[in-house]
DNA sequence: TATTTTATTGTCAATAAAACATTTATTATT
DNA sequence: AATAATAAATGTTTTATTGACAATAAAATA
């Protein structure tokens, strides 16, 4: 390590990876870029870091700037660096993956915005290297949630059993036993039952549950091995 | 997301949590700051990124200037961002994480720097965010070595299985049965057994093992779960 | 009242993890 | 040459966890 360099014009920008689940899918929130270069093609939303914020903080009010939402799930990624990656300046993004309620997300906040989801297993191509930047958040998240209660983040407040298994099949591309997966995700003691039902999708109605939120945080890194082979993730 | 932003000078460095093991401890290589602001403080190698190299080629570079080592297994670990970070200007960092077999460490190769190995467990104060960001290395390291293999870029290329567990032992500051750790380590077929033996320690001596690389790069993501209850760890 | 639909619940078998003690190889000592 | 001392190597039993499996219950509708 020797003196500070001089001249070297750094742009630091972060980019955020938003995923949301509708129900059905994993969706990934996606902007059209308002400006040069690129204009007009897909992309991660982002922005450039201010002289006097820190990266969680910029990563914070690019991420209320487009969906209006605060308290959300948010975690950096990774910085990626490549030299030519913004073929126009040399910039440093430091990317952060996003987990949202989709059902809190409404697209008349941002409307300054053009954005929309998209399932994360069919979007459009994006720009420099935000491709890769998914990918990364995707396997990540993954790994995260096959080991810790993550992906309650993306349900709302109440849900259901079946929805919840929903989630998880569709997730990692598996069926799960509906006991098995039951007797799983209790013993945890993370979830409350509560008195009424969802009568949405079968007749019987299916009871609702809450995530205790206390025990959340608390038994979060306590690794509660949501799935049961998860071989082969990154 | 705007347009760029005009006069917002970061300056981007990188720096390296190293990790070595002595046989007995876990440690961590450090230097004295050759320039100021905080010169003659020990601090985390780093350096500045230069114009046309990436982030991790820029991490790379800065370990092998320090230890002549090539090859070595290195992770980014997290980007540091807050503003007053570095008092004199608003610098970026960007932390990798290193593990290196400590007797391939040979200090004469760096004799420019000023470094030592310090326990991680006591190591003097450290300039800025450097002791932040060892406290990060550490509970990630934790973290994935419970799930993965990857102690073993700690060890020499031979080793006994006394040495792993005590390596193990050491890390999660805890005792193994020798039965069950032994049969746990060789179900994953990661260890080829050598005819000879380490008697350096014992009168019977110890076999040696070897790691099988193949195998090691193969599975290196297949969650082995090396620690029998890894709970609270982050 | 019968039918349909989907949620809910329990048991048994197989597997994996944890607890546990003795024997063996070698060197040093007498 | 026998014996003692040291640390390595190894196998079995018990316990806990996981995985496979199907019948019943609740509510709406015909």
Redesign the interface.
């Known amino acids: 390590?020797?003196?500070?360099?001089s001249g070297?014009?750094?742009?630091?920008a972060v980019d955020c990876i938003i995923f949301g689940f509708d129900g059905e899918r994993l969706k990934l929130l996606l902007?059209k870029?308002?400006?040069e270069p690129e204009k007009g093609k897909w992309?991660l939303?982002?922005?450039?870091?201010?002289?006097?914020?820190?990266?969680d903080h910029a990563a914070k009010r690019?991420l209320h700037r487009l969906t209006g939402l605060e308290g959300v799930y948010l975690e950096?990624l990774?910085?990626?660096?490549?030299?030519k990656r913004d073929p126009?300046?040399?910039t440093?993004s430091?990317s952060y993956f996003a987990l949202i309620g989709i059902h809190k997300y409404h697209k008349q906040v941002s409307s300054s915005y053009d954005s929309e989801w998209f399932p994360v297993t069919d979007f459009p191509k994006l720009i420099f290297d935000h491709q890769k930047m998914v990918n990364l958040a995707r396997s990540r998240l993954r790994y995260k949630a096959s080991l810790h209660p993550i992906l309650f983040e993306l349900l709302p407040e109440k849900f259901t059993m079946p929805q919840l298994q929903m989630l998880y099949e569709d997730f990692y591309l598996t069926t799960f036993d509906k006991r098995n997966f039951s007797r799983k995700i209790l013993s945890t003691n993370l979830l409350i039952k509560q008195k009424d039902k969802d009568k949405s999708s079968s007749k019987r109605g299916a009871f609702y549950y809450k995530l205790n939120k206390e025990k959340y945080k608390e038994n979060f890194?306590?690794?509660l091995k949501f799935i049961p082979?998860?071989?082969?993730?990154?």
């Open positions: 390590m020797d003196q500070y360099p070297h014009p750094y742009t630091v902007i870029r308002g400006f992309s939303m982002g922005g450039f870091v201010k002289p006097k914020e820190s990266l690019v950096q990774k910085a990626f660096g490549m030299p126009r300046e040399r440093i430091v890194h306590a690794f082979n998860p071989e082969h993730l990154i």
